[in-house]
């Protein structure tokens, strides 16, 4: 996708500071953190949304998740817990439109969410 910021920074065509990457999956540290952990970690492939997973994305959906608990280690907060959160949508308040998972870490949450 020519147009996405996301597609562009797993090509390497503007910066990101990469954390982990795959074949299926890319992770980096949020421009804008929240929290002193704040990794977005995306599919490769370009999927716009929660809605666009196809039927057979479910390797990358379960790499997603793998990369989480790898990145939780690599970050020291997988004992201490964090948060993952995937805004979906304009109700979703999601702002890229490119499939994204957040993994906020580091202290300990608000409740429900911040
Ligand atoms: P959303 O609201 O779509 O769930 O979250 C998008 C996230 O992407 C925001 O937390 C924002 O700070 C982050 N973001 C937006 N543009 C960039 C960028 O160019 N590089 C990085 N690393 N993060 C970005
Ligand atoms: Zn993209």
Known sequence: MTDCIFCKIIAG???GDIVYRNDLVCAFR???????????????????DNNGWADDDG?????????VREIAEQEGIAENGYRLIAN???HGRQEVPHLHVHLIGGQRMQHPMG
């Open 59 to 67: 390797p990358t959906a379960a790499a997603i998740f793998t990369a």
């Open 30 to 48: 949020d421009i804008n953190p929240v929290a002193p952990t704040h990794v977005l970690i995306v599919p490769t492939r370009h999927i716009a």
């Open 13 to 15: 065509e503007i910066p």
């Open 88 to 90: 979906t949508g304009p």
